[in-house]
């Protein structure tokens, strides 16, 4: 069991997250969102100059996928706002 969690999002994300029309980047279909988690080692979020977790914790971290009704394409919020451009 992780005993910490973390979402991670850069400013893009957030703003489409919240914003955004959720449309298929292949057929144009609406979009599903889904919250998903994975366990990870807490490592992989300490930055050099401010170590948040210490080594060996794991941590619970949180991301949306979306998946098309249409033509059932799924996709990570990070692959969506890198399609956007």
Partial sequence: MASAF???FTV???SYLLFK???CPKCGGK???QKCSEIVDGARFDS???PLYTK???VKHY????TCKHCGEKFILTDLVKEER
């Fill in 6 to 8: 973390v979402y991670q």
């Fill in 12 to 14: 893009k994300e957030f």
């Fill in 21 to 23: 029309k959720k449309i």
């Fill in 31 to 33: 979009m599903r969102k």
């Fill in 48 to 50: 050099a100059s401010a």
């Fill in 56 to 58: 060996r914790r794991e």
């Fill in 63 to 66: 991301y949306y996928s979306f």
